[in-house]
């Protein structure tokens, strides 16, 4: 069944509900023809989602969807793209503001919807920025929170806060009085590209048609997940401003598993966010990803480096994949590399690096060459699942 395009889709979410919400009520009052479709996970522990739809005048619709499998995330995307199906058909709404519970994330949205046929016209994160650090420095379970999305949700508020912050291209900022020049460039700093589009309270000049411009603006769901795919990642510049560093940490030479393992809790402790892609010497076909927030690492396998691959199989290699590999490109290692990140006020920048470098293969391993490489011990199979 065909979709009418007149239908267009922004998906709102953030950990920083009175952030979200200020963003939805205004787009609600600057939109006509808009409204608004949540659902409520918070009751998935009497077995089912609560589903509300509201215009600028309250809610016009109420419903309940059941539970999938014991995953109130699931109810949600079972149930989204027919409601918004059904909004279409009736050709009464110009704009959907899809607005998420606390801890969804907008790229699993993102692409539900897109996969259902409608079109994702925006994605906005709503944030206080004097809560960015705060949220980033929160290593509690969502769990304990009364947050998880499903039983079997292990997310913590940090990485899910981050992962909300820099999915999006529009960062619709609440009007924050406790926020200072430090808050600001840390979130400038996680996350340079987006659009920062301020709301505040009542009527602030020209901030409705900026966010509802944003809101429709268009949105390219393959070059999202892209840039967020640990191969070709869009990741920070060098940065130092206002108390906050970013530091790029690039080297051509693998690091020795041992020594690095025994490092983790030190590196990960430096800065309240860092992510990238990094290389181990035992393993040096593997790209690995590093993702690290709150004090807590997460790292996994995201398939072979590109110089790994058989020659036939580039053609098959997404563009945007290719690139990145040519930026990192060394005439005997190819796109294996570390390509690390580290966001943080009150970074130590000179004491970081030197962790790190110590962490390489030293000359002599390094000379030893792979086969000698992949015999040193597997000190990251537990961590990997291996």
């Known amino acids: 069944m065909a979709v009418p395009s007149a239908l267009s ?3 709102v979410g953030g950990l920083h509900a009175d952030a979200r919400r200020a963003a939805v009520a205004r787009l ?9 479709l949540h659902h409520d996970l918070a009751t998935a522990t009497a077995g089912t989602v609560v589903r509300t739809i509201r215009d600028a005048t309250g ?8 539970l999938v499998n014991d995953c109130a995330c699931c109810a949600l995307r079972e149930d989204l793209v027919p409601e918004l199906r059904r909004l279409a058909d009736v050709g009464a709404t110009h704009l959907a503001v899809v607005e998420l519970w606390d801890s969804v994330e907008p790229k699993a949205m993102a692409e539900v919807v897109a996969a259902g046929g409608l079109t994702v016209t925006g994605v906005i994160t709503a944030v206080d920025p004097a809560l960015v650090l705060p949220y980033l420095a929160n290593g509690d379970d969502l769990a304990e929170g009364g947050l998880a999305a499903a039983a079997t949700d292990q997310r913590t508020v940090a990485d899910t806060f981050a992962r909300q912050l820099e999915y999006a291209p529009v960062l619709a900022l609440a009007d924050s009085p406790e926020a200072d020049d430090e808050d600001r460039e840390l979130l400038a700093q996680l996350h340079p590209t987006a659009r920062q589009v301020p709301i505040g309270h009542g009527d602030l000049a020209g901030a409705g048609q900026e966010l509802a411009r944003a809101a429709l603006a268009g949105f390219d769901v393959e070059a999202a997940a892209a840039a967020q795919h ?3 990642a869009l990741l920070p510049a060098e940065a130092d401003a206002h108390g906050v560093s970013t530091l790029v940490w690039r080297r051509h030479r693998p690091f020795h598993p041992e020594r690095l393992y025994e490092a983790l809790e030190d590196i990960t402790c430096a800065a309240a966010r860092s992510r990238g892609r990094f290389w181990l010497a035992d393993k040096p076909d593997a790209l690995l990803h590093w993702d690290a927030a709150g004090g807590a690492l997460c790292v996994e396998s995201a398939g072979p480096w590109l110089v790994s691959l058989p020659d036939a199989a580039w053609e098959m290699v997404p563009p945007v994949r290719r690139a990145a590999a040519a930026l990192d490109w060394h005439p005997e290692h190819g796109d294996c590399c570390q390509h690390l990140v580290f966001t943080s006020p009150g970074l130590d920048r000179d004491g970081l690096e030197s962790l790190l470098e110590s962490c390489l293969l030293t000359d002599t391993e390094y000379a030893a060459g792979r086969d000698a490489w992949k015999r040193l011990p597997p000190a990251f199979d537990t961590l990997l699942e291996v």
């Not at 809610?59 to 059941?66: F, M, W």
């Open 28 to 36: 609600l009052a600057d939109v006509p023809g808009s409204v608004v």
């Open 9 to 11: 889709v922004v998906i």
């Open 59 to 66: 809610i016009i619709d109420a419903g309940e969807a059941p």
């Open 230 to 232: 640990p191969a070709c």
